[in-house]
């Protein structure tokens, strides 16, 4: 988890927010919009995995509204009374890619990474980055994983994607799915993971030479002058329906209108312009 304050003078109000690491480039974005039209107010980012993110939250991190990369967090907040009524809300769709070093000399794809060329590819963490939970999905999707039937879970190889204990599978993703599609024809293979996908991006790019990443990342001038890309369809892994919270107690004019300047249309336009889908669009 990490916290990008930005610059200015003395502030009157602050809104805190803390958010998945996919938007570490569309948030700043946003929050230098919304403070040019809010003199006063200053916009607190705090970015980690919205799993990690939403157990903090339940044990009293302060934080004013939450945005994670995916529903089922959210709603658990809004379940058990942590919310402000009526604010939970899809503010984008999350695209996943395929990321390569161009040094490698792949067409970026789901093939490409059978190539013996790929020894590591970068993901997060499934157990808590819904990012991670559509990199394996992507995969499984793709042939390139296999579930295993003898895992601790039950009937685990015929569970659908939504229901999928990830806060269960604490073993890696070789304990209950084969990858001997990526495995064969290699001297070896191993995943990488990073703690969310912000992480994950930095590993694919100093390290790995491979990642499954977030196309609000791969966008971003070091991932994009470095790497080529695949941008995965819609269908083809969990999908990323990413929803935003007021924290309960938290409902104060400047965060309302933060709040409400995310679904404005310059709040629309600048996550669209960061990589990601919008709703209704």
């Known amino acids: 988890m990490w916290v990008v304050a930005l610059l200015g003078s003395a502030w009157a109000q602050t809104v805190r927010v803390v958010a998945a690491a996919d938007l570490q480039y569309a948030l700043p974005d946003l929050a230098r919009a919304f403070e040019s039209q809010n003199p006063g107010t200053k916009v607190q980012l705090t970015f980690g995995s919205s799993g990690k993110l939403f157990t903090q939250l339940t044990q009293g991190l302060e934080a004013d509204i939450y945005f994670s990369a995916e529903a089922i967090y959210p709603k658990l907040l809004e379940e058990r009374g942590l919310t402000e009524p009526n604010t939970r809300g899809l503010y984008a769709i999350g695209r996943m890619a395929i990321w390569l070093d161009r040094r490698l000399g792949l067409k970026p794809g789901p093939e490409a990474l059978k190539d013996p060329k790929v020894t590591q590819l970068a ?126 107690g938290r409902g104060r004019p400047e965060v309302v209108a933060f709040h409400r300047f995310v679904g404005s249309p310059e709040g629309r336009a600048i996550l669209k312009r960061s990589g990601f889908l919008i709703p209704g669009e």
């Open 123 to 248: 993901i997060a963490n499934p157990l808590h980055a819904p990012y991670g939970r559509a990199a394996v999905t992507l995969l499984e999707r793709y042939g390139l994983l296999k579930r295993r039937r003898d895992t601790p879970i039950p009937d685990f190889a015929r569970l659908p994607w939504e229901a999928i204990p990830w806060e269960r599978l604490t073993g890696g993703v070789e304990a209950y799915w084969d990858a001997t599609p990526l495995r064969q024809g290699k001297p070896g293979f191993t995943f990488v993971y990073g703690e969310n996908i912000g992480q994950t991006a930095q590993l694919a790019l100093a390290s790995t030479r491979a990642g499954l990443l977030a196309l609000s990342l791969v966008l971003q001038e070091s991932l994009a002058r470095s790497g080529v890309y695949w941008v995965a369809p819609l269908e083809s892994h969990l999908r990323l329906e990413q929803h935003y919270v007021i924290l309960k």
